[in-house]
């Protein structure tokens, strides 16, 4: 099955006299803040997710009050794919006021409706 997702993410992390700082995360799964190596955030400066072209629909939710990803770069990443329907929500970053609307979105799109 494709994958049907892109995760962008930015540092909280912050390098200290050369040492390589770990920064919490929350981790959904386990309801609780996880560590996250800065070695995770080195690794996405490698690659473009702008440059990057996949064919396969794709749907996007996003928060307008989310504090870690800026909306407006989510409009201008889903305005220059076609494949890209995207849905900005009155949200924050966890989008948990939203879910039922997300729900709402997702089931049609996977064909479950």
């Known amino acids: 099955?494709?994958?049907?997702?892109?995760?962008?993410?930015?540092?909280?992390?912050?390098?200290?006299?050369?040492?390589?700082?770990?920064?919490?995360?929350?981790h959904y799964a386990y309801n609780e803040e996880r560590p996250l190596a800065f070695s995770f955030y080195e690794?996405?400066?490698?690659?473009?997710?702008?440059?990057?072209?996949?064919?396969?629909?794709?749907?996007?939710f996003q928060g307008t009050r989310d504090a870690s990803v800026d909306y407006r770069t989510v409009e201008q990443f889903a305005a220059a794919r076609s494949n890209v329907t995207l849905s900005l929500l009155d949200d924050d970053h966890?989008?948990?006021?939203?879910?039922?609307?997300?729900?709402?979105?997702?089931?049609?799109?996977l064909g479950l409706e």
Do not use: E, Y
């Open 1 to 26: 099955m494709p994958n049907r997702g892109i995760i962008c993410c930015r540092p909280s992390a912050s390098r200290r006299g050369g040492a390589r700082a770990r920064s919490g995360s929350s």
């Open 43 to 60: 690794d996405s400066l490698k690659h473009d997710a702008f440059g990057t072209l996949f064919t396969q629909p794709a749907l996007v």
């Open 94 to 109: 966890q989008l948990t006021a939203s879910l039922p609307r997300i729900w709402g979105g997702v089931a049609p799109f």
